[in-house]
């Protein structure tokens, strides 16, 4: 379920743990560069098109550009439910996606990013660049400090998050993420394999080990 989010603009405090996750709607973090491959277009495509056909509701920028439109245009052209959250400064004919099912304007990237988590039952990262790294390292780190237990994953088109996988075991190498953490960030290249795992999720056990240092071993 989704959970609301307090003044501050992150999710309140969550202890238990869920049986199995239900995925009415997925937050999906993308890029919206025009200069990409088309590779990575027609996954942004596939992933929209998939959610659209189980029924699950599409929460993302509100852009028309890149990977952004590529997965709102194919979710909408499948009946699909997409919702879109753009801050007021990206509402222009260029850059905004029109015919949404929803479109909420919002004054900031802090509040788009909180209404974005607002909405939805998990999150899912596609290749993207310093914006996309940025929303999908907020809702890991809310999840390592216990403040959701959602689902967080990358879809890892052609290999795209390989050298940011090989980075994260780097750190926890280095005594910077704990052993456990590595397990909250779900990781597949085919959409229906990553959608199985988020819905069989299970946050990792002594997460609170990080807020009150009860051991420091990795």
Sequence with gaps: MVQSLPDDGAPALVADRPTRVTLTSLCVFCGSSDSVEPT??????GLGRMLAQRGVAIVYGGGR?????????AGLADGGRVV???PRIFDTPALA???LSELHLVDSM???KARMA???DGFIALPGGF???EELFEVLT???IGLHQRPVGVLNVAGYFDPLMKLIEHAAEHGFIYGEHRALLQCEADPDRLLEQMTNYQPPVELARWVDRRSESK
């Design 65 to 73: 550009t890149g990977l952004m439109g590529a997965l709102a245009q």
């Design 110 to 112: 802090h509040e788009r």
């Design 84 to 86: 879109g959250v753009l």
């Design 97 to 99: 996606e029109r015919g």
């Design 118 to 120: 607002e909405l939805a």
């Design 131 to 133: 914006g996309t790294f």
């Design 142 to 144: 809310w999840a390592q």
């Design 40 to 45: 990575y277009l027609q996954a942004a495509s």
